[in-house]
């Protein structure tokens, strides 16, 4: 399954790669009382009251086909149970890995770089042997340090630099005409969105700067992933605050295909998710 919306001259696809289980709320966002979901419980969690979540990535392209080809986050990559399809299903929007010209990162966790490289014979190799990997400075300072050590990072992005497919990203910078980065700094120490502008419309895919869409209402809420809660709580009230006066599309990966791209709206004076 898969949903596309245009901006301007760019039409954004989501790409599906991973469907993870169901988790339990109060174990995501351990600070919020259970009865802080109840008004929100009927489209925020399943019927058995939990959180159900999707590990996708973002395809740009523009819609005369000319123009770079953008690949916003690679999930959560190859697993042993072969969950993870996001080259199959990048294949079924006629895109093979070497049309990739751009990987941005979003931010360096597991599920948002996993099919950055693959392993054969133990070395590592470029899934997508032409793009360049864009990842945010301030992640790649943070994980190189020792003491902030990652697997998934030890894995999925040190070994770009080696292969030549690494640029660092250093605050906002542009990736192709009215598409740029910008940073949004909390959930993790490099955390970046994407900004569309073309034509006078504006998208925005926010990586995990929200990851329930309760968190559009709640803006205060943040999950055990946050690693600043001060920081991505002022990121997410300063972006959805934008993109609700601006009249932005945002683009959120971890909602659920089908209702992941959608307008904050002010409804009665509360910022709410309306679905495009
Ligand atoms: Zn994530």
């Known amino acids: 399954m ?27 966002f351990q600070s919020i009382p ?3 979901w109840d008004p929100y419980r009927s489209f925020a969690l399943d019927a058995d009251g939990m959180w159900v979540t999707e590990f996708k990535s973002h395809l740009i392209r523009s819609t005369n086909k000319e123009g770079p080809i953008i690949l916003v986050d690679s999930g959560s990559g190859p697993t042993d149970d072969d969950q993870g399809k996001l080259l199959d299903n990048l294949n079924a929007l006629g895109v093979q890995a070497a049309d990739v010209d751009v990987v941005v990162t979003t931010h360096c966790h597991g599920d948002h ?11 590592p190799e470029l899934t997508f042997p032409n793009a360049k990997h864009w990842v945010a400075k301030n992640d790649w300072d943070h994980h190189t340090q020792e003491a902030n050590s990652d697997p998934a990072f030890d ?13 660092l990203v250093d605050g906002a910078e542009t990736i192709a ?17 994407v900004l569309i502008e073309s034509e006078g419309s504006t998208g925005v895919i926010i990586g995990d700067l929200f990851h329930n869409v309760a968190q559009v ?10 690693w600043n809660t001060d920081m991505s709580t002022e990121c997410r009230q300063n972006l959805l ?16 295909t089908g209702s992941s791209i959608g307008r904050v709206i002010d409804d009665n004076g509360t910022s709410t998710w309306q679905p495009v």
């Not at 919306?5 to 174990?27: A, F, K, M, W």
């Not at 770009?160 to 497919?165: Q, S, T």
């Not at 005409?177 to 700094?185: A, D, F, K, L, Y």
Request: hydrophobic content about 30%.
């Open 113 to 123: 770089i996993g099919w950055n490289v693959s392993y054969k014979d133990g070395k």
């Open 217 to 226: 209402t709640e803006q205060t809420w943040c999950p055990v992933f946050d």
């Open 34 to 36: 259970a009865e802080a």
């Open 241 to 256: 605050g934008r993109a609700m006066n601006e009249q932005w599309i945002v683009f959120a990966g971890h909602l659920p």
């Open 177 to 193: 005409p009215g598409i740029s980065t910008i940073p949004m700094n909390g959930h993790t120490p490099g955390h970046q969105n």
């Open 2 to 28: 898969t949903q596309s919306q245009t901006i301007g001259n760019y039409e954004i696809t989501t790409v599906i790669d991973t469907l993870p289980g169901p988790r339990d709320p109060s174990q995501v």
């Open 155 to 167: 894995n999925s992005v040190k070994p770009l630099e080696d292969l030549g497919a690494l640029k």
